[in-house]
Structure formats: C-alpha cells, structure tokens
C-alpha cells in the first residue's frame, strides 16, 4: 500500500511489515527503504538503487539452485551479428518477414520459439545508402489469419506483499511462471487478456526522416499474412537507426519477443573518415530480460551442486510487480525490468578482438531499463561468490576506465568532433550510440561492458546484474592506421532560439494524479486569467514577473489531434516534466537539438515538485522561474530524436520539419508508459493546405 500525503516525502504505513515480507538474512546493510512511491517510480525506469541483500535469504523459492548468483554462468556464448542486407545495391524492394524464430538465449539453456524477422534475432541489418531510397515489405509472417500465433512467453503480475507494498524481491529475482502452467511458490497470475493477443505487427523506423504513412502508426497494423510496403527516402546523415514494431498498445510485447534490427545510413561523408569497419565494427543491441522456470514445489529447497541444476525452461517472462496507492484502490504494474542483459539477443556475450581501434553501434532496446555504460578492465578483478558488490561500494567503479570509450555520434549522426566522457555514458531506451575504443590500448586484457545504473556486481536473487557483455583483447600487436580524426561531422552547426519557430508545449504528469495508475503526457495550450480553470492547470512563473498558465488541451492517443504543423516550419519542443520515473521521451520525423535544459527541485530522485498538487491536477502556486539544470554537453547538443528527461526539468528540443508530411507520433520510450498513457499525434501539412485546416493551433514567430 503506497500512499500520497500531504507531505513531500510519500511513505508506506507499515514499513516493518516489508522488511518481514522479504524475509532476508542479511549480513550486510538493512534492506534498501523501499516503502516509497519515489522508489517504485525509479524501479520503472531501472533506476532505483538496488536492493541491499545480504548472503544468505531463507526464501529459496526466489531463484534455481546454483552457485551462480543468478543461475546462469556469464561468458558462455560468443557474441553474435545478425545478417547483413545492403539494400541499397539493387532497386527491388527487401522483404522482411516477422515469423516464429528459434532463439536460445545462454548455452545452457534450450532453444524455444521467440519472435524475429527473418529468422534472426535481433533481425538482419540493414545498410543503405544517403540519398538512395530503400523499398521494403514487412510482412507479417506470425501465422496465418485463421491460426495466428501467440505471444512466445507469458505475461504475469507478482501481488502486493500482505502489506500492501509491491514485492519488488520477487518482481527482480530470475526465474518464475504463469498459474496457466502450474502452481507453486514462484508461479504468478497472469495479465489478464495477454493470452488472447495475436502478433498483429507495424514497423517503425526509429530516427527516419520519412511520411506518416511508412512511418509505422500504431493504428496499422498488418494481420497474420499481411504486407505492408514502405518507402525509406534515406535523404538524412550517416547514422545509426533501428526498426522495432510499434502496433497499439502492444509495442512492449512485440518487441520483447525480438521483433527489432538495425538500420544503418552511410555517406560520403563517414567513407572519408575511413572508420573501423568489416570484422571491427559491431552492432550490439542491448536489453534486459528475465526468464521462465518451471513451477517450484512450496517445500523445495536448493541443492549445493558444482554443476548448473537451474530450472529455466529457456523461455522469456513478462514479470511486472503489482503497485497500488492504498487498500481497495485499483491495482497496476510497474514497468518490466530484468536480472539478466543480453546482447543480439545473448545472455551475457564475450567477444574476442584484435588490439585495435573497434566502431560500436549501440542501441538501447530495453523496453524499461535506462543504462549507463561504462567499460571496466576485470583482468585482475577477483569477487567472492554469492557477495554483491554494491554502488556504493569503492569496489563497485574500481575498475572502470575513464576514458576508453570514444563517442563519435548520437541518435541521429556523427559529433562535429570526438567526445570522452568521464566514463560512463547514459543511455535510455531507444537512443544511440556510435562509440570507437582502442582495444590496442588494451592489448592482452579482458574487458567487460557494463551498466551502473541500479545494478550490482555478482547479482543476487532481487537484484540486476551490472555485467552487459564481455570483451577478450588479443595478446598479439596489430597493425592498425586508424587515427582517431579531430573533425568528425563538418556539416553540423548548432541550432539557436533566434530561428523563427512554434512552440509545442507538453507535460509530463506523475502516477496518482486523481487516482491514476500511470504517468500521463498532457498537451497544453496557453489560457488567460479571465478562462482559468479550476483543476488541470500549471502556471509558470516567467523572468519578467508575468504568469505563464498552461491547461491540458489533449491527455490520450485518441483525443483530438492538436499540434499542427507546417512542412518547413521550425519547433521547439517544451517538456515539462512534473515528477515521477525518468522518461526517455522520443519524437517522430526528423531529429533535433537539446537548446535548453532547466530545472525545478524535486525531494529526491523520481519525486514530484512540491507546488504539483496530484489531487487537482494542478500547481498549487506558480512554479518560480527554473534556475539551470544539467549542462548540455557534447553528446546532448547532438542530433537527436531521444533524451531522457527527469524529474523537476524543462527540457527544450528544437527541429525542422522538412522533407515529410503526414500523422506522426511522440511519445515516452519506456514501452509500458508508450502503450498505456504516455503516446500522442501530431500533424505535418503543407503550408497552403494547413491554412484550410481548421484545427490549426498557435505558436510564436521570433
């Protein structure tokens, strides 16, 4: 039972009843107070500090019998590429088929079917050209119209713990399964009405410039048997792209079943960089997942063994924790993260490199998780089975490498120059990342890729694993004539305020706003003193003294369509971000530059602004002025069509909306907040026909 006060600081009534529903024997520090609404906002998003698990827990049901943390030894598969497709090299269009695919996860556990396209997961990638246009047919593969297929892995919901709390020690742990397939300890009810769903799918080319109608709206989606075809103008820098179904309220579903693949645009203007590239430039799509096992008796208790005696039955698991605000008021989930990272679709991969100069294409394709990347050099690094090595351990971080990983590009194209960052890079779900690392720096070292954020070293049952991936540097010198070029990108110039534009203004709304389960995206418009409503209002405090008042004009997807733009005009785009869970927040059609990043304080992480009253709806007194909020640095002035916005930020991207026209989408990227409350359209017209329309809104010139 979590509960809102009156008070910033949001508690549960019986945090006692917690720490016994968990039941540990801990030999190291209490478990983490997870008995606030801030907690489980940031455990959707991945970002909430783990859990504080000793050595021992007496619940045995949490997680199969090994002496592996987790069940699974790391380091057992070598890293896998999907296959390639230059598309560009011929004029017929590419087929690609979403179908029933076999997938095996880890060495030690069984192939079973997932979903893929062409038989890959992730799917082929697919290389085309700048300014060489690409057709290709999806089809829809899942079946047919009469026996269409079935999710590949079960949806469940672990209940609220006796005290009302969810039960994010289960929620984290490996390993459970659906009632619909045995009862036990461990066995969770199903999601309702996630049995009946079929694969009916939509692609979405994230980052593409292209029309509305090749751009995947979530409404079109193909049946069983259907293709579609779509037309990629590819008229837009050399950059990392991804394609991923997007079909209504079930994008979090299809892509976790493995239906996503790279899309890469190259140009003259990366040849003449002379890149790593063949062999040393690696694809790695990064997500987080958990897995089914079979259902385990109440009395089973675990069997010290040398050998892997797990359960998992190879399958994935859709694992939500319940959440609810109060006894008798509605249940929810919180966004799906899990234990284990894969990489291409692999649990815990290594790949053995030459000592040279390596290109990675990264993508974040977990649906929840936010991550931030950093490379650790473990050759030495010695860890005590069944010890958890916590953040804030000095141990954690002793290891990273400040300055390995280079970043010559974002979402949307190469950096004008190279970037070092201080270690570790921040990735949420969706962005890109085009990264070089000196693996000749590194000769004769084992490596490991990891995530920082809200994870451990050596992971126990409850908590997720900081290890990504692993990388075996070769003992032998390599030639290498690569040198890392002081101008990357010479056509990149930064965008300014002083460009004639609109203004789109959007909020994003905490959990709990008059009851609600979710978080919610609230389009506004401006109102006047004599029009000020009751509820739904944010008023903004300007330089001058003068008030901004800002009322929801459109909350869901199917409410009327109010932001109208004209082919050609410039945006900025103002996100508002009232509190609650980091949200990695995506836009469709063309890409953009952060111009300004400003920021209100919140209580702590995850929190909501004090003057943000969730009863109403509305801020209790005009928000001040924002004093600054986190530098935009090199990777944030960058292009790109995501960023991650937290709690208490104003955030503004500006863009051009030039070369398409049609009905497009923005919209959150953790997929769960996508297909519930967080996803709206907007409209590109040509300027003569917009005149016409009569839903045209505002904005402001200068």
Known sequence: MLQHTSSEAVVLEHRDAVMQDTALATDTAPLQDTATVEYAYQAGSGS??????????????????????????????????????????????????????????????????????????????????RGRPTLI???????????????????????????????????????????????GADAYPPLPGCDEL?????????????????????HNVALPGGVTRCRYPNDQEATTLWYHDHAMAVTRFNVHAGLAGFYLIRDEVEDALCLPSGDRELTLMIADRNLETRPTPPDHQPIPSDRQTTSFTGRLLYKHAAFAFGPGTPIGE?????????????????????????????????????????????????????????????????????DALVV???????????????????????????????????????????????????????????????????????????????VLNPHYRRYTHEEPHEHVWVAVVPPGVRGSLHPELWEL????????????????????????????????????????????????????????????????????????????????PGGTLPEFDPATGSTRTPLPAPASGRPIDALAAGSKDTWVVKAGEWVQMMGRFVGATGSFMYHCHILD????????????????????????????HG
């Open 525 to 604: 418009a401006e109102v006047h003193d004599e029009h000020l409503p009751a509820s739904d209002l944010i008023r903004v405090a300007r330089a001058d003294g003068s008030v901004l008042s800002l009322h929801p004009v459109a909350k869901m997807f199917d409410d009327a369509t109010t932001i109208f733009l004209a082919e050609g005009d410039w945006a900025v785009w103002n996100i508002l971000h009232l509190g609650g869970p980091d949200h990695p927040m995506h836009i469709h059609m063309t890409e953009f530059q952060m111009i300004s990043r400003r920021a209100w304080p919140v209580p702590r």
């Open 334 to 402: 919180i966004p799906v993260t899990g234990p284990f990272n894969t990489v291409n679709g692999t649990i815990w991969p290594t790949h053995a490199v030459q000592a040279r100069w390596y290109r990675l294409r990264v993508v974040n394709a977990s649906g929840t998780r936010i991550h931030r990347l950093a490379l650790h050099d473990t050759t030495d690094e010695v860890l005590i089975p069944g010890t958890p090595v916590l953040p804030d351990d000095p141990a954690f971080s002793a290891n990273r490498l400040a």
């Open 48 to 129: 909430a500090q783990p859990l504080r698990i000793g050595v021992r827990t007496t619940r045995s049901d949490l997680a199969p019998a090994s002496l592996y943390g987790l069940g699974l030894r790391k380091f057992r598969d070598s890293l896998r590429m999907p296959p390639l497709i230059r598309a560009w090299r011929g004029q017929r269009p590419v087929r690609v088929r979403a179908q029933v695919t076999e997938v095996q996860l880890h060495a030690d556990l069984p192939a079973v079917p997932g979903w893929g396209y062409n038989g890959s997961i992730p799917g082929p990638t697919i290389e085309v050209r």
């Open 137 to 183: 047919d999806w089809e829809n593969g899942l079946g047919t119209i009469t026996a269409p297929e079935a999710l590949p892995f079960d949806v469940v919901r672990v209940p609220l713990l006796p005290s009302g709390a969810p039960d994010f020690l289960r929620a984290n742990s490996p390993g459970g399964c659906s009632t619909s397939r045995g009862s």
């Open 673 to 700: 907040h996508e297909d519930h409350t967080m996803m709206r359209p907007f409209v590109v017209l040509p300027r003569e026909l917009l005149a016409f329309h009569r839903g045209h809104g505002g904005g402001h």
């Open 408 to 486: 010559i590009g974002t979402d949307g194209g190469l950096l004008p120059a190279p970037v070092r960052p201080d270690g570790v890079i921040e990735l949420g779900p969706g962005e890109r990342l085009d990264l070089l690392v000196d693996f000749g720096a590194l000769r004769g070292r084992t490596l490991e890729l990891r995530n920082e954020n809200g994870s451990v070293l050596n992971a126990q049952p409850g908590q997720a694993d900081a290890t990504i991936m692993q990388f075996t540097v070769s003992r032998r010198r390599s030639k290498d004539h690569f040198v890392l070029p002081d």
């Open 198 to 218: 079929i694969g009916a799918t939509v692609v979405h080319l994230h980052g593409a410039l292209t029309n509305g109608h090749d751009d995947g709206w979530a």
